[in-house]
Every structure is written in C-alpha cells, then in structure tokens.
C-alpha cells in the first residue's frame, strides 16, 4: 500500500522564476522533461516575474503543451519573490528551485527523489555541472567529507562546503513552511542567505555525488555582472544582519555550527566590501 501510495503522489514540484529569459526557458522547460519520471509525478511552476519580452508568451505556449506546467504571472518582485510564490503554490513532496537560464541534468529526477523519499530526508543536495561556451566545465569545486551519510543540519555544514545557490538541492516543502523558510526579497544574493538557514535547521540532510543540475555561465546574468555593484553591497548587508539574528536565535554558541556559520558572515561581509561605493552609504 505503501508504494502504491508513492506511485501516484505529486512528488516534486519544479519551481522557475523566470524574467525577460526569451533566449534561455524553452531550453530549460524542456530540460525539465528529458527525465525518467512520468509526467504526472511532477509539475513545474513557472513564475513569470513581471517578463517584457516574450518570455509570457513562451512559457504559455509550453503550458498548453503539457498539462503538468502551471504559469503564474506576478508583478516584477525579483527571483526571491517568485521563489516565495512558488513555495506557497506547490503541490509536490519536495521542490527543486531551477532558474530559468539553467537547466536539468537529463534522466536523473527519478534517483533524486527517490533517495529522498527512502531517507525521509527534509533536503537532498546534489552537483552542479559548470556549463561554459556550450563546453563543461568541470563540477563545482566541492569540499566535503561525506559518503552517503544522513546528517543534521548543523553537523551537515561543517562537513560539505555548498556553493551558495538554492538550486543544487531538493527541499521538503513541509520542512520548508513549517519553519517559515522564505527568500529575501527585493535583494540579490538571497541564495546564500536561504540555503544557510535551511540547512542549518534540517533534521534530516544528505549529499548526493550525482551532477544533476547544469550551471550555464553567461556574461549577462545578474550574479556575473559587474553593474548594480551598489545593490550588491547592500544586499551582502542584508544577508549578513539575517544570517547573525539566526546564528543568535538558533546556534548555541562555541559550537562548530556557529563558527562555521560565522565565517560565511565574514565571507558576505567582504563580499559587500568588494562592492561598496561612497554611494551606498549616502546621507
């Protein structure tokens, strides 16, 4: 009874922010179907964030195509707002934030969900897979010491260094309402904040050696360019006054979760100062 009931839930729910990405959503929405799950096991959810260009109409034209798309349209807020939707509107067990110029490994939903459905995991991590000139680049440069082991949040930080993005991992959407886990809005970076604090409180984590997420590096996007440096300041502020308030409320101090948790302060910090300008802090 068991897996017939895990035969015919809604296990995953894909969630894409997508604003003014004509050149790069329908090769992402069709990645998200290159997979060895049936199509009625999964939905995307693809926010589009307020588009000018003819993202609306892409994203409209696929979700006719299949049924298992649902287009929601909100005013421009940014990708944390739209993540934040996605999280309230989700149907799935778990879900997987995808941004809209990236894409899906090909034939590894199924593995993914599986490991987390059978280890009753709250978040499931996972590889990126660099993607440069159309040519790989290799995997994210990891750091961890781990083999297929289940951990607390806290033990998990301080054994497997994950880059700073929301994307290479499944989250349980029950864990994540249940602790009001959200995106700052308005900034960017909000990644880095979300992610720390979402491993930080899980009861159950694991890390997965599968590349399963493609990373496509492009000169335009938002985290590679060099303009809105004082957003960017500013934003590594905001991250850093969340991560300390969490660090207060929820890490005893002297352990090796909060030293670790620290350092990543210190890291936005100087993050923040790499981007400052006179400007930032005008009176």
Wanted: hydrophobic letters at 35%; charged letters at 25%; a neutral charge.
């Amino acid at each position: 009874n068991r897996k017939r009931i895990y035969q015919k839930m809604l296990k995953l729910s894909i969630v894409i922010p997508a604003y003014n990405v004509e050149k790069y959503i329908a090769n992402c929405i069709e990645s998200c179907f290159y997979q060895d799950i049936d199509k009625n096991e999964f939905e995307l959810l693809v926010i589009d964030d307020g588009s000018t260009d003819q993202t609306s109409s892409i994203i409209q034209k696929y979700a006719k195509q299949y049924g298992n798309i649902r287009y929601i349209k909100q005013e421009h807020g940014g990708a944390g707002a739209a993540r934040n939707l996605g999280i309230n509107n989700a149907k799935g067990t778990y879900i997987w934030f995808v941004d809209s110029d990236d894409e899906i490994e090909k034939h590894v939903i199924s593995s993914l969900v599986e490991n987390a459905f059978q280890q009753n995991l709250d978040v499931l991590c996972f590889d990126i897979e660099v993607i440069e000139n159309n040519l790989s680049a290799g995997r994210y440069p990891y750091q961890h010491n781990t083999k297929n082991t289940i951990y607390t949040g806290t033990e998990f930080i301080t054994q497997v260094n994950m880059p700073p993005s929301a994307c290479p991992a499944l989250f349980r959407s029950e864990f994540l309402r249940e602790n009001d886990l959200l995106f700052i809005t308005g900034y960017v970076y909000e990644d880095y904040d979300f992610t720390l604090r979402a491993y930080c409180l899980a009861k159950r984590i694991a890390y997965l050696s599968i590349p399963a997420y493609r990373y496509l590096v492009r000169k335009e996007s938002v985290m590679t360019s060099s303009k809105n440096r004082n957003n960017k300041a500013q934003a590594m502020l905001r991250v850093c006054d969340s991560l300390y308030d969490f660090s207060e409320k929820h890490l005893a101090a002297d352990t090796d979760a909060r030293k670790t948790l620290t350092r990543k302060i210190n890291f936005a910090f100087s993050q923040s100062l790499r981007n400052y300008s006179p400007d930032v802090f005008s009176l």
